[in-house]
């Protein structure tokens, strides 16, 4: 948890650091409940803003300088494991293209018709939060960010297999209509080149 409030590109909600945590078969409600008493207990270092949706950020900016010396060095110990920088990218790479080829959907907002300019939709702000989950928001945004992190080879057939069952599929159009409702069309074309470069190389 504390090494996910760090790599992230911005800050997440209990909700979704827990869905993000669920693994196949395991209870996103239980996960989640987990999640909001590590955080609770981490108190003197972490706090919910409720100006953010309750996201889980870091009291002062002195607690991420002491993560990021220990996630370098790879001492950033659970009980079970270590858990090394890039591992955490991998595990956001991971959920996030979960997460998409899961909820990724044509129409997601509903709209009666598309000849409106999402600004000219009256209550668009409202269907993008009721339809579009912080999860899905978050991966869409920076998928391909944490792959390029996650020190993963690029020439792994199932990486790149993942990847090519969101571009070359439905799908992607579906991923650049998530990205107009968050006015961050532009942002598609930076992760499409990011991703480029990552498999060129």
């Known amino acids: 948890v504390i090494g996910i409030v760090y790599v992230t590109k911005r800050p997440l909600s209990v909700e979704a650091i827990g869905d993000f945590l669920t693994k196949t078969g395991e209870s996103r409600k239980e996960k989640r409940e ?6 609770d207990s981490l108190r003197a270092v972490l706090y919910r803003d409720p100006g953010m949706s309750d ?4 009291c002062h900016p002195s607690f991420l300088d002491y993560l990021a010396g220990m996630l370098k060095r790879g001492e950033l ?8 920088l890039e591992h955490l990218h991998q595990l956001l790479f991971g959920a996030s293209l979960a997460t998409m080829h899961c909820e990724l959907k044509f129409n997601i907002c509903k709209l009666e ?5 999402n600004k000219d939709v009256p209550d668009i702000a409202i269907r993008i939060s009721s339809s579009i989950a912080e999860t899905l928001q978050y991966g869409s945004l920076y998928w391909s960010t944490h792959l390029l992190q996650s020190g993963l080879p690029s020439d792994r057939e199932d990486i790149r ?3 090519l069952c969101l571009l070359t599929t439905p ?3 579906f991923w650049l209509e998530v990205l107009s409702f968050l006015g961050e069309l532009d942002r598609g074309i930076a992760l499409l080149r990011e991703c480029a470069a990552f498999f060129a190389v």
């Open 34 to 39: 987990w999640v909001r008493r590590v955080t």
């Open 55 to 58: 996201a889980i950020r870091a």
């Open 77 to 84: 110990n659970s009980s079970e494991c270590t858990l090394p």
């Open 113 to 117: 018709d598309s000849y409106h300019l």
């Open 161 to 163: 297999s993942t990847v």
């Open 171 to 173: 799908k992607v159009l």
